[in-house]
């Protein structure tokens, strides 16, 4: 409603005096304010602030009249009384000196500033001012209140009389009433003869005269408060009554609001209680209270002292409350707190010392609210001599306040907008966020879904009709527009602004005329005639239509009451302007669709139809009466009126079911009189005429019924005109601010599938429900509130001198407005179900839940029940908790609901939530039925809490097990700790903290995501490996240390258990990518897992499958049979594949990469033709493999043509990024050079290509060749070398196979499996047959291996050196290779099979990775 902005700001004064102020009081135009010290007045113009003339009264006699106290300005400002404190009352004139002006604004010249405007000297010039006292009065008793009535002064002494006074003749107007004559009584309907006060010594302490309950209310000095009322126009104690309260009895002070017919009384207990008078009977009825809670304030709220002044704002809109021990308050009509600054940065420093709270004597409300004029109490006790007695401009004890305001304080019809607008008296704030959001026009009757893609951009075709959600709560900043300052210069202050539906242009109205500015051209209009501004004085505020500015306003030159159409995009003239006359003054004025609804000063409201007319160019709009109606009778004073709407809501819902199109008419009238909101509706009940009988121009319309009371209390109405089948509820319903007491919302109740209504159940009901923000617009669809709340920033560590403590900016923090907003959904859900009506919280929520915070709501209302349930000290006879949570189920959300509740939930209170929700533990396997991993990893932590171990064991291993099935690795990773930290919980040890996950155990499949391997590991990790391998134990998890700590740990075995369980399920089920992805990512030991399992789930059954599945699994397309094979000059299997290789990494224009190794011995110089053919290197491989197994053991790895390989598979590291390219690319032309390529070759180049796989792929199957290739798998590296079309890796298989005592039903299994390849690709793909003819020597001499068993002893394991020479492109490159140094490998209990495994791992590598051209680094 209000709030602060910036620092306050301290007047200087230009006389020297040493008289410090105690009192201020503005005129009731608010252009001037009066300045008491002891013995001087002083004038002041307001803007700008500046002394205009100052009364210094005689020693003489200031010593016979006493120190000023009090000062009262006539209603026409033209006097002022002040009272004195020995009983004396000086009348002072204030006659102006005409044409002469104290202070002018000075322009540059040559500018076009407004020397011609009609008023221009009024407006813009302090004007000048004399003082001359021209009566005293003298009442010989101390004078305790002044206050002006109309055209009298009524005067409270400290002798119980009462004193009327003229202003003009006062001599023979004086009249003076006795105290103890007037009766007072509960009520007006008691006898007359009430009991009178009966004390000599009762007197009025404070009173104020409330113009519309035509009486004034008093606070007596012994604390009692009541309501002086005269019976009848004459001013007798005769005629005059009184009305106690009968709670009061510490009344201190008192002020009243006239609008809302409202008398605030302060107490000695800091608390203020408002009351208002009932109209019936004449009692005085208590509304509500203000006062701190200790909750929000537990230091000051019982310590404030009792209340010294308060004041209601000009609008009425707000209240100003100080103490005695300091600090300002501001409250809304009905009791809402806005600011405190007894709290937060305005009461403790930036170090946390604790700040002297303000403290005030005496303050005033400046011109429409914009400022407060306060007289610092604390500056008065200041030492004088530390100020420079030479400076002139003394620092006054005046200190102004700035605020910002909201715009329906003064243009309620701004009701039906979604946006808040701020205004100040410089610049409007405003959230709609960027102008082109809005750029396309809303749909108004559809709502589409929400997306949150709306977030910035404009707005989707759908038409939407709230704003993005991010505008409205992404950011707290806000849209400031700075007002024009040619019009502000002229017109200041701004009295009312509006905005439009879409938020892209904006109105304001000031002292004359109006101005208007685009948000999207960033451009204002002003009157291009100045006169034409200047003659009209907007009355009953503004509003937007489409493209039109619809105003109420007065015409000056005519002295005519006018209502004036003016179109956005036009200039701004009354030339262009539709202007129709009215009878009486406009009051306010409100849109609703098409129609224009007035309130004017005869207490009538007068509804006229708007029509636009496409003219020429410019469109006008054209406007007729509809109807009038008289309010006189329910109205007792039209100022009483604050907001005027038409809505479509009406209580015969069940009528828009049948008949939805009448939903959208002008249903009722809702008017809120002086804080009662009186609904009137159209009355049906007499005959109806069709519409199609009538010609809609000459329609009669409806009357409307008597008018009923449906809330009190009510600050604001929010209504939409929209309609949206899905959110019936919220967009047919009416939305209240009511103050303290929250919000409250007028739901409609729908029949379910249009089925009749009961008929006990009422059509409507109202739902009170609390926020924590200060509501400022209602998004209907998005069920959001919006509002705005003062922060704080403290500056004081700015000024670190002492002689700095007087600035303004250490005794006070820099206030800022925010943006905020609030669900409210969860409020009103609950309110239903407290009431029974279930079915119809069901509707509501369904409605909306596409929000995206949906799930947050049905959080928010199970936690509130809960916390308020669990935590109450008396049983609760109807618990709710029970009814909240069979709600819920009704949602898919329901099981995260409960756990993200009980999650935020402390643990004492989970009993209670489960005993209503049910058994966590049935929820978890709901969670598991519903695959919802997540959330059920979320309910193992309360099963963790709430169960044994041996529970939460059995839950974690499902979950588990289907999070391995899921291949769900981080919950994976999770469970594999969370179930070791259960097991070394049960044998009392400390949880094992999860080590950090080591680079092994993204055992290669990191390059799934990341396109690289990353293998490499610390000589300690390699040793723990090579005992893996060689004892062919369990393979380790995520911890590669734990083996060695404990082994024996029945946990990790139990976890193991469940990993192997579950690879060998995706080996049998031949998921080759998922296997490599679950190694990758659990850190699985693939290759010790697959030695064991090498003739079991590692067999391969059906090789043709096998195959089949790989080639889909990777995306791996099956081989063409290009037309030029027979006679290619590639008949060379390996040779084809290396250059096809080398030109798709140029095609893929992937880069290559280098390669090291730590230490390296010199190996078998390799000087082999990179051509050489693969029958003569193979011989070579077999003669000439001569090293001894323990030889073999101290080579880490050869190094091959631009690929790598590290004999354990955990070495590895290979990257995308290298400085090789152009090493690579000689390598190709070398070979190049000396070949010399026909066309036909070049297109069985381009066809390999064409039959490759993506590079992903490539490089994954190569990895898994080179883990199988290691394991002994040989039957898995066959199908892969097959599907690479690898004759290399085929070749090297068969090396192996020939070398070593391979298990003969393994070579068997191999022949069948070729053979059933074979005859499969004769007869379905022809294009293996090629690449199976280059192989069939090999096969040949394969099955007559097989028909002889090997020896054991004659195993003699592969020399790595050889097989490079077949392999290797160039011999410089690959000159080095790695041994070990901390492996010494002297161990002769490795067992053949391990060093048989590195070996074949060895010679896959080479081939493996010379395609993929990657580095290996061994760190």
Known sequence: MYFLSGWPKRLLCPLESLEQPLHIQTDPQRAFFAVLSPSQLSIWYCRPSVLIVSYKELSKAASQFGPYKQAEWRPDSTMIAVSTANGYILFFEIPSARDKYLYEPMYPKGSPHLKGTPHYKEEQCAPSLNLEMKKVLDLQASITSLQSMLEDLLVATADGFLHLVHWDGMTNGRKAINLCTVPFSVDLQSSRAGSFLGFEDVYIRDMEYCATLDGFAVVFNDGRVGFITPMSSRFTAEQLHGVWAQDVIDGTCVAVNNKYRLMAFGCANGSVQVYTIDTTTGAMQFSHKLELTPKQYPDIWNKTGPVKLIRWSPDSCVVMVTWECGGLSLWSVFGAQLICTLGGDFAYQSDGAKKDPLKINSMTWGSEGYHLWVIDGNSSSNVKSERDANNEARQFGILQFHFIKSALTVNPCMSNQEQVLLQGEDRLYLNCGDATQAQNPRNTSAHSEHKLTRERGPFSDGGLDSQGLSTLLGHRHWHVVQIHSTYLESNWPIRFSAIDKLGQNVAVVGKFGFAHYSLLTKKWKLFGNITQEQNMVVTGGLAWWNDFIVLACYNLNDHQEELRIYLRTSNLDNAFAHITKVQADTLLLSVFRDIVILFRADCSICLYSIERRPEGLNPTASIQVLQEVSMSRYIPHPFLVVSVTLTSVRTETGITLKMPQQACEAESIMLNL??????????????????????????????????????????????????????????????????????????????????????????????????????????????????????????????????????????????????????????????????????????????????????????????????????????????????????????????????????????????????????????????????????????????????????????????????????????????????????????????????????????????????????????????????????????????????????????????????????????????????????????????????????????????????????????WPFPVIPASSVNSPFKNGKYKTAVGEQLLKSQSADTFVNMEMDTGVSNTPRSRSWLGTIGSSQRELDTVSSHGPHMQDAFLSPLLSKGDECSIGSATDLTETSSMVDGDWTMVDENFSSLSLTQSELEHISLELASKGPHKSQVQLRYLLHIFMEAGCLDWCIIIGLILRESSVINQVFSIMQSSDIDREICQNIKTGLYAVDKWASTDCPGYKPFLNIIKPQIQKLSEIAEEQVQPEAFQPVNPSKVTEQASPRAEESRTSSSHGSNPQSDAGSSSAGRHEEDKSKTEDEDSFQEGSYDCIVS
């Open 674 to 1115: 002086a804080g009662q909101l009186i609904m009137l509706q159209r009355d049906r009940s007499g005959p109806q005429i069709r519409d199609k009988d009538n010609n809609p121009n000459q329609r009669k319309h409806l009357p409307f019924c008597a008018p009923v009371v449906l809330a009190q209390s009510v600050e604001n109405v929010w209504t939409t005109c929209r309609i949206n089948k899905q959110k019936r509820h919220l967009l047919e319903a009416l939305w209240l601010s009511c103050g303290g007491a929250g919000m409250k919302v007028w739901l409609p109740l729908f029949p379910r599938d249009h089925r009749k209504p009961h008929s006990f159940l009422s059509r409507r009901i109202m739902l009170p429900f609390h926020i924590n923000i200060y509501p400022l617009a209602v998004l209907f669809e998005d069920a959001l509130v919006l509002g705005a709340v003062n922060d704080t920033v403290l500056y004081d560590c700015l000024y670190t001198q002492t002689s700095a403590r007087e600035h303004l900016e250490v005794l006070f923090p820099f206030s800022i407005v925010e943006r905020t907003s609030q669900i409210y959904l969860h409020h009103i859900l609950r309110q239903l179900l407290v009431r029974n009506l279930g079915e119809q919280a069901l509707l509501l929520a369904h409605s909306c839940a596409t929000l995206p915070y949906f799930p947050h709501v049905l959080e928010l209302m199970l936690h509130e029940v809960l916390e308020e349930e669990a935590t109450s000290r008396e049983p609760i006879p109807d618990p709710l908790l029970p009814t909240v949570a069979k709600f819920i189920t009704e949602f898919p959300l329901f099981l995260q609901t409960v756990v993200h509740c009980a999650r935020k939930t402390e643990y004492a209170l989970w009993n209670y939530l489960f005993a209503a929700v049910g058994n966590p533990k049935d929820l978890f396997e709901e969670c598991l039925m519903a695959q919802d991993l997540d959330t059920a990893a979320s309910y193992l932590i309360i099963l963790q809490n709430m169960e044994v171990p041996a529970v939460s064991r059995q839950h974690a291993t499902l979950l588990f097990n289907t999070a391995l099935e899921q291949g769900k690795w981080d919950l994976c990773r999770h469970m594999i700790r969370f179930l070791k930290a259960i097991g070394s919980g049960e044998t009392e040890t400390p949880p094992a903290t999860p080590t950090t996950q080591e680079p092994s155990s993204s055992s290669g499949f990191e390059f799934f995501r990341h396109r690289s391997i990353s293998l490499s590991q610390s000589a300690e990790n390699l040793h723990s490996k090579f005992n893996l391998t060689k004892t062919l134990s369990m393979p380790s998890g995520p911890s590669g240390k734990r083996w060695s700590k404990d082994s024996d740990c029945a946990e990790n075995m139990y976890i193991d258990m469940m990993l192997w369980r579950h690879a060998r399920r995706l080996l049998e089920e031949i998921k080759l990518k998922d296997l490599g992805c679950f190694a990758a990512q659990l850190g699985f030991e693939l290759i010790g897992w697959l030695c064991k399992e090498r003739t079991r789930a590692a067999r391969v059954e059906d090789f043709v499958f096998a195959l089949k599945k790989l080639h889909k699994d990777f995306l």
